[in-house]
């Protein structure tokens, strides 16, 4: 029988990073620790210390991990109908985080950390531009197919992002169970105000 494949630095930092994700889940970002890691990745530290110098070093990656994971699950949808498309990012951003409310957490935590690391703020700065630019780019193209009314797209990306950040704050520091969901309500209801009020305007004729 042949030999397995020996593992590929690729395939260990993968490894690494969903023993984070469970860590993190389970302990939340105060204390996570490299130890804890490498007992659940099944290796010792200096296996995770081979790959990341420092716990910031791993997180760093981290926060580049979700962002990866969750641009490739935007860009796996087949439909390219742009209020769909819409309606999935959204979506993500406000009813999968549900499912997460352990890393949720702990993701906020890394956040407050943020003005003190810059690694931290930078990545999150680059989140929040990719993800209103993949806001931004599906609502342009439904103004181009006239499925949207023409707005300022960069402004209310920014808006729809603000009730995003609103509503995970909420559903964090104030435990709120039902924040999302009234927040992905909230979402809908600003969507068709803003970039449906001619439809919504037929609908009521």
């Known amino acids: 029988m042949a030999e397995p494949p020996e ?3 690729s395939d260990s ?10 860590v993190l889940q389970e302990h939340g970002y105060a204390d996570l620790t490299i130890k804890r890691i490498a007992d659940e990745y099944g290796k ?4 995770v210390h081979y790959h990341y110098d420092t716990k910031d070093d791993l997180l760093v990656a981290f926060l ?32 999968a985080p549900e499912d997460h409310h352990d890393l949720l957490i702990a993701v906020l935590e ?21 993800v209103r630019y993949m806001l931004k780019t599906v609502m342009d193209h439904g103004i181009q197919e006239d499925v949207f009314h023409d707005v300022d797209t960069e402004h209310t990306a920014r808006a729809l992002m603000t009730i995003v950040d609103g509503a ?17 309500q909230t979402a809908d209801e600003y969507v068709n105000a803003v970039l ?10």
């Open 7 to 9: 593992r590929t630095s």
């Open 13 to 22: 930092n993968e490894e690494i990073m969903r023993a984070t994700y469970r």
């Open 44 to 47: 010792s530290t200096a296996a």
């Open 64 to 95: 580049d991990y979700i962002l990866e994971r969750f641009v490739n699950t935007i860009h796996e949808v087949e439909t390219t109908d742009p209020e769909q498309r819409l309606n999935l990012l959204l979506d993500k951003l406000l009813v």
């Open 110 to 130: 890394m956040r407050s950390q943020a003005p003190y690391k810059e690694a931290f703020g930078k990545r999150f700065q680059q989140n929040d531009e990719y």
């Open 168 to 184: 995970r704050a909420r559903a964090v520091v104030l435990d709120e169970t039902d924040t999302l969901a009234a927040a992905r």
């Open 196 to 205: 449906k009020p001619e439809i919504d305007e037929n609908k009521q004729n």
